[in-house]
């Protein structure tokens, strides 16, 4: 239970005081009236005596009493009704509310902290009232009256005639057998005559007269003179004094609801009421006047309608708010005892003083010592109660039996002479005189007596008062007796029927164990009386049971938290609306937040609904509110309903406020950090064979690698214009801004741009929503054109549509648990500050879409028609956090996040924009394919653009064309069917010989110091105009690789006219190309043996291409042509075919391979000829020759050349200022290096639909070194499955100290000169000398030293058996120097001695620099075997 004011050793002698009657004359009536008080409200705040009272006990012995405290009340001669007695306990409850600004106790249980409300001033106000009410029953004696006050006005004519007349009337009411109400404690009550005199109107010596007479005729100790009013009332406001009565008049008692007008007139008995008193021993069912319980309904269930009286306790609570407010309201300007001063107030408390200390202790020492007399005589004792034997005690025990086993009999009724009741009297008059020792024996005695006779409802109070004054008794002499109240409580519950003193036990006994700490024992107590008869009473109890099991000492907070939710709910019973929102809200505490979802909405839901009843609006919209937003276990209907109650207060409370500012709504939820913006048109969709630039969408993921792309293809570009510098303020251009982009600057758009908006929404309910008339809401600071601001800042959306634009979507419908965007536009129409604040809309939901369910609704929507097309308007703020700050030691130690500017676009000036259209282009090539499609370029906006540019990661894919091209194309439709490339008609004679033609490099855009992903595109006059557009042809050549390839293409282009915040603007394209196989081409290059060509130069080589069709049949592909193959070199040409085979036709079909071999010479060496200047050779294998040194088959053998062009510039640098050691060595590396590129051209056959299509295309094979193979395509090479660890650093040397070997075998050519055969006879002369003559040529351009020597001898077995042995004559060891390009020829001897094939290629030949120690040894591995056949004739 919560803490009370009083202790329990307190509240008890509270509770249980003598009573005394007061009876006036209309005259000392008239005069306490003037105070606005009753006699007996004017004696109220003085019943407490102020000093110790003593009185002896019948053995003489002297007893204390400590704050006794008297009750004086006007005499009624009807018992008060039940329904009267209700009313009266439910507005002294409703009238109790907690102070405002209470601090709450905090009570830390676990994991919860809750703030409790420490006491229950409505609980102590309802237990003070309900004990003074208590109707007076014939079985216990505690509120009957013990004496009886006359009052008669000093005024009168004859106040002893009066006073007579009053005695009379006491005395009949008592004895008379018409009144059976009030109750009197025995037949001879004391009576105490007052003479009320008014100091400031009556005669003071008549007074004095007057109670001399008094005092002779009924003693001294009988009467008393008690002067009053000793001021005016009209004085009143002169002078303040306190008023000490409107504490107790606030608290309505029963004698309140009396009307005062009737005076002593009400004694007349009403017998047409009987029916409704409490039946004499208070057994009377009128008590319990409930509803039969009905346990179809669920125990939490809300009751159906609003209306009180549908409840089971509907006489609880009619009116009792009203009536209640309407009593403050009357009492409000009164003032009591106005005309009383503070002596008037001394006067009256010395009144009670003398009257209990003469009068009312005297007698009742007198009553106890004639009951103990009659007792003892009547029961034959020796001397008095207190004797220790005492048959009385022992006598006629019987055992006693349980509750159950007695006979349901309460209509046991003692006359009232009997001696059992004698002795509960005398028990009686102990307790209220705090003689608990002695009243404990009696009450001990009684209970055995009551219960020998089974007189049940006797036995019971004896049961109860025995318990209380055996706890109350001083020194503790014996424990708390709790099984005698459990007893009595269930005695007066199911035997007796009477549920008030099945209360009264329970208030006593349950304050009793909470005194002791048995909180546990006491939660149980009240909870048994909770029943269906009164909820009033149950909600009460189940309250203070939840605050005894959060006191306990370990706290059983759940279970606190669920007898709260029952007390709120038999409190809404009750139509305590008020309260039952109190320990709904107090439940919450426990469970808010820990899963207990159901249970949360329940209570909301009650929240809501009581808030709304009560018309706290903003609670009950929060309520509600809360029901929605969290993750909702509820069906649907549930659901849909909590929408509507939601939907339907929600436009309450708007309407209330209808100009103030759009609220919050809690639905849909968004998702602020997905919010995306973006800035620009939508883009057009693809019209038959135009397709416009991919560009940046909404529609396009988020891709880190892909954006990282794009941004250093911008970065690229900004460095080429900005001449290799990127600008300090440079920062790459964002179309989109997403939780990913870097949102830490204003994002800049451009005017007459749409901002697009996108808001991520995301109904958690099972109900669809609909959402109408969203739009976002926005403020702008308009700037002029210098920059300037407005000084006025324009927020509502309607106000300014010539500013800014607003698209409003008429209806979004969200379906249940659906995640979906709304994409909302902006369309500004002026330069300033924009600032994007949330959306707002109409929230509803689908007509039709839910039935009603069946919990009830509020008044007003409870058909259901109105809330399905209900709907509110509101507005959800997007509040975007930015990412959290980690780069200083501040911001790593704390938690700081870091602005998200992506709504607060600043609008800048016009700029030009660019769209771009691509015609044919294709998403299907061969790799290789060569493929001519058109681009469109079209400005859209009102400013010229110029600067345009184009860059892409993979400038071999595509051209424009270089200087050479013709600008002026065919239109698209004219060229459909003709070849991409530049073709001439050839002469069939001269097929075999080489076509020589010459381009440079830098016509094509590519140089040393040039940057070859960024294209300038040719647009006539560099400038393009608003609303112009320019059609260029573009060449694509199908990547080597198969597969997918995604080719981003970035233009770049600027304004004419600059701009401050923007300097360039851009447009993104990205191809997807689908590549499948073609051709797979080896190329080799190897020195050719013979060391003069025709024009008598030296330095010839062959090339040998090895072409295979790796082309699978899927793509359609019949066969390949060779069509021609060129070189293209600074140094070599091609000169001729040297066919393998006769056949001229070089087709491939499906993984056919074809074999090449062409003869290379160097080129004329031109004394102009520059160092960019490449000659193309063209070979020709049909009858229409390729002009490879033009648009496009150029452009494409320098895009893919221009990667190696960088090379030898880097190397170069490197090796300047170095030793000449390593010179020399460099030196021997370039003999082996030759600058040889081909290229192959190719027509392909592809039947397509039934019709034929001829497919062009191109590869390059870049020969770098003699005799090594190089690929058209370098295919991947797995990686090995395991490789050893090292564990040395490997020594990184730019250029190694020693050639390598295949570098070596270069430097110096062979070759031998000798007869293919020889014919000698042998039969004349046995050894046959043949002349050979050995060539050899130092290919380097450093002196080289050489040894030839002759001594070889090859040991392999296999030569020796395929080739005889011979001898070489004359010197076996040659030494040479040949300078630079040096030829040198040796004149030898071979000597045979029989016939034979031989093989003369045995000298070893070494070479080393002139300069340099080491020799090393030539390699004789590429030339070819040198055979002789020697003849006999």
Known sequence: MAQCVQSVQELIPDSFVPCVAALCSDEAERLTRLNHLSFAELLKPFSRLTSEVHMRDPNNQLHIIKNLKIAVSNIITQPPQPAAIRKLLNDVVSGSQPAEGLVANVITAGDYDLNISATTPWFESYRETFLQSMPSSDHEFLNHYLACMLVVSSSESDPMEQFSKLSQEQHRIQHNNDYSYPKWFIPNTLKYYVLLHDVSAGDEQRAESIYEEMKQKYGTQGCYLLKINSRTSNRASD?????????????????????????????????????????????????????????????????????????????????????????????????????????????????????????????????????????????????????????????????????????????????????????????????????????????????????????????????????????????????????????????????????????????????????????????????????????????????????????????????????????????????????????????????????????????????????????????????????????????ATQQGAFLREYLYVYKNVSQLSPDGPLPQLPLPYINSSATRVFFGHDRRPADGEKQAATHVSLDQEYDCESSQQWRELEEHVVAVVNKGIIPSNFHPTQYCLNSYSDNSRFPLAVVEEPITVEVAFRNPLKVPLLLTDLSLVWKFQPKDVSGKDNEEIKELVTSQPEMIGTEVISEFLINSEESKVARLKLFPHHIGELHILGVVYNLGTIQGSMTVDGIGALPGCHTGKHSLSMSVRGRQDLEIQGPRLNNTKEEKTSIKYGPDRRLDPIITEEMPLLEVFFIHFPTGLLCGEIRKAYVEFVNVSKCPLTGLKVVSKRPEFFTFGGNTAVLTPLSPSASENCSAYKTVVTDSTSVCAALISSASSVDFGIGIRSQPEVIPVPLPDTVLLPGASVQLPMWLRGPDEEGVHEINFLFYYESVKKQPKIQHRILRHTAVICTSRSLNIRATVCRSNSLEDEEGRGGNMLVFVDVENTNTSEAGVKEFHIAQVSSSSKHWSLQKSVNLSENKDAKLASREKGKFCFKAVKCKEAATQSAEKYTFADIIFGNEQIISSTSPCADFFFRSLSSELKKPQTQQSVNTGKHSAEEAVRMIQKCSEVDLNIVILWKAYVIEDSKQLILEGQHHVILHTIGKEAFSYRQKQEPPEMELLKFFRPENSTVSSRPSVDQLSNIIKTSLHYPESFNHPFHQKSLCLVPVTLLLSNCSKADVDVIVDLRHKTTSPEALETHGSFTWLGQTQYKLQLKSQEIHSLQLKACFVHTGVYNLGTPRVFAKLSDQVTVFETSQQNSMPALIIINNI
């Open 239 to 635: 002078e303040q004094i306190p008023d000490p009565w409107s504490q107790y008049l606030q608290k309505n008692s029963i004698q309140n609801q009396e009307s005062y007008e009737d005076g002593p007139c009400t004694i007349t008995s009403n017998k047409s009421s009987d029916n409704n008193l409490l039946s004499l021993d208070g057994l009377d069912n009128e008590v319990k006047d409930g509803l039969p319980n009905n346990f179809r309904a669920h125990p939490l269930q809300l009751d159906q309608s609003s209306d009180p009286s549908n409840s089971m306790d509907g006489q609880d609570h009619v009116k009792s708010a009203s009536s209640l407010h309407e009593t403050k309201k009357a009492n409000a300007g009164v003032i009591h005892g106005a005309c009383l001063t503070l002596t008037d107030h001394d006067r009256i408390r010395q009144f009670i003083q003398e009257f209990t200390f003469r009068g009312l202790l005297p007698h009742i020492e007198k009553t106890i010592r004639q009951l103990n007399d009659q007792l003892i005589s009547r029961k034959g004792l020796s001397r008095s109660l207190f004797s220790a034997t005492k048959k009385w005690f022992s006598g006629s025990k019987v055992p006693e039996k349980s509750i159950n086993e007695l006979k349901n009999t309460s209509g046991l009724l003692y006359p009232p002479e009997a001696p059992e009741l004698q002795i509960r009297k005398m028990a009686d008059l102990c307790f209220l005189v705090q003689h608990y020792d002695l009243a404990y024996n009696c009450y001990h005695t009684a209970k055995k007596d009551f219960l020998n006779d089974q007189a049940m409802l006797y036995a019971a109070g004896a049961l109860e008062m025995a318990a209380v004054s055996a706890f109350l008794q001083p020194g503790a002499p014996r424990p708390y007796p709790a099984h005698y109240m459990d007893t009595a409580i269930q005695t007066y519950r199911d035997i007796c029927k009477n549920m008030v003193l099945a209360e009264r036990c329970v208030l006593l006994s349950a304050e009793i164990l909470k005194s002791q700490s048995k909180y546990s024992e006491a939660a149980a107590l009240l909870i048994r009386l909770t029943s269906e008869d009164s909820d009033l009473r149950s909600a009460l109890l189940l309250e203070q049971a939840a605050h005894c099991f959060i006191n306990m000492k370990s706290p059983m907070v759940r279970k606190y938290a669920f007898h709260m939710i029952l007390a709120g709910h038999r409190f809404s019973k009750a139509g305590q609306k008020k309260h039952a929102l109190r320990c709904y809200c107090q439940a919450m505490q426990v469970y808010k937040g820990k899963g207990w979802s159901l249970a949360e909405d329940h209570i909301n839901f009650t929240i809501g609904r009581q808030s709304y009843t009560l018309r706290q609006l903003d609670n009950a919209v929060s309520a509600f509110r809360h029901i929605l937003i969290n993750e909702s276990k509820q069906s």
